[in-house]
């Protein structure tokens, strides 16, 4: 009975999520870096806005980007990957990319919410900022911007709280543990 009432869980939170997944992307689709941080004066990614639309996944393959993000990840670059299989646009912009240039990707697993998703926030002056929920026990969290080493930008704390919010929809269930991974 316990697995029968685990599976219900997943199932009902996967459909609230998706239902409300474009709700909730309309307050997190900007801001991708801190408001009162200047825009990035010197381009080390030159080609983000190719990402923009239904292209999106090839930013794994990008000949700037990619290597940084596996020198990043690591290990965890598989699993970010995994994470992404479908992603989201903000219900306010048109694309995944805003105006400042900065691309933002909420990806998930349909059918894994709450269990495997992960944000990506790629900003054209090489900085980087990547969250993955690993198996619904821990959270990831990458990033090779110094002043976020060991804390979340904001963009990427809206991400996991709203996945707590909905972890705990049911039944209240602790928080899971956030690993600082580039510390």
């Not at 869980?9 to 991708?32: E, G, H, K, W």
């Not at 269990?115 to 959270?139: H, K, Q, S, T, W």
Request: aromatic share 10%; net charge positive; hydrophobic share 35%.
């Amino acid at each position: 009975m316990g697995k029968l009432s685990a599976l219900f869980v997943v199932m009902t939170a996967s459909f609230l999520v998706s239902a409300t997944l474009s709700a909730s992307s309309a307050s997190n689709a900007q801001i991708t870096t801190e408001a009162d941080k200047p825009a990035c004066t010197q381009r080390r990614f030159h080609n983000l806005d190719r990402y923009a639309h239904q292209r999106w996944y090839r930013v794994f393959r990008d000949k700037e980007v990619g290597p940084a993000l596996r020198g990043l990840l690591k290990k965890d670059y598989r699993n970010l990957i995994e994470s992404m299989r479908r992603a989201s646009y903000p219900e306010d912009s048109p694309s995944y990319v805003d105006r400042k240039g900065v691309l933002t990707l909420r990806g998930f697993v349909p059918g894994l919410f709450t269990i495997m998703e992960a944000i990506l926030i790629v900003e054209p002056c090489g900085n980087i900022y990547a969250a993955i929920l690993d198996d619904g026990e821990r959270f990831l969290y990458f990033s090779n911007d110094k002043e976020y080493i060991d804390r979340l930008p904001t963009e990427v704390e809206r991400w996991r709280s709203g996945i707590e919010k909905l972890r705990s929809e049911f039944e209240k269930t602790p928080q899971l543990p956030i690993e600082f991974k580039s510390k």
